[in-house]
T-cell receptor, first 112, second 115 residues
């Protein structure tokens, strides 16, 4: 089955810096790659997603890139703010999005 | 914005007891899911449910687990005889339709503590 690896496990940046989180997946049939932000005591909240027919997607300060050949995808956050501090999870899914396989999470800490 | 709601937020139970975790998915969604997250670990898929039946389940979802949509709004997860290792955060999620442009929306979870 699908396996998703994520790194780094923790990432500390200064406010205003960029943050990059990387994930790799094993199943070449996976075609949907969402990123979730999880704040303390809350459920995962979708922040951006990308499908396999697209190489890059942006939404304001957040962008995701996908390299299907290498089977990896990355989350880029620019101009980080303290409120970006949270745990970020990548995930992968095949056709129908029935089952998301999550990465192990990255704890991002943005210091003022 | 519509959201998935889960109750209770925290459930404490003794080993061997039955628990029912409740969820109200987003009202026009058709696909329902349960995931769990053991403290400090990744979120894991348990089961997906569509058209009043299970469409996929993981190895974790054994005979001790069951799901039900008893009415038009609730979606429940029952653990028949809880074990210590069932202690985790359980998340309900829903999506509008299969494939296409319908991502999963998660609730805030129920923390299950089995003593």
């Amino acid at each position: 089955g699908e396996n998703v690896e994520q790194h780094p496990s923790t990432l500390s940046v200064q406010e205003g810096d960029s943050a990059v989180i990387k994930c790799t997946y094993s199943d070449s049939a996976s075609n949907y790659f969402p990123w979730y932000k999880q704040e303390l005591g809350k459920g995962p909240q979708l922040i951006i997603d990308i499908r396999s027919n697209v190489g890059e997607k942006k939404d304001q300060r957040i962008a995701v890139t996908l390299n299907k050949t290498a089977k990896h995808f990355s989350l880029h956050i620019t101009e980080t703010q303290p409120e970006d501090s949270a745990v970020y999870f990548c995930a992968a899914s095949g056709e129908g999005f029935q089952k998301l396989v999550f990465g192990t999470g990255t704890r991002l800490l943005v210091s003022p | 914005e519509p959201e998935v709601t889960q109750t209770p937020s925290h459930q404490v139970t003794q080993m061997g007891q039955e628990v029912i975790l409740r969820c109200v998915p987003i009202s026009n969604h058709l696909y329902f899911y349960w995931y769990r997250q053991i403290l400090g670990q990744k979120v894991e898929f348990l089961v997906s449910f569509y058209n009043n039946e299970i469409s996929e389940k993981s190895e974790i979802f054994d005979d001790q687990f069951s799901v039900e949509r008893p009415d038009g709004s609730n979606f429940t997860l029952k653990i028949r005889s809880t074990k210590l290792e069932d202690s985790a955060m359980y998340f309900c999620a829903s999506s509008g339709r299969r494939g296409g442009n319908s991502p999963l929306h998660f609730g805030n979870g129920t923390r299950l503590t089995v003593t």
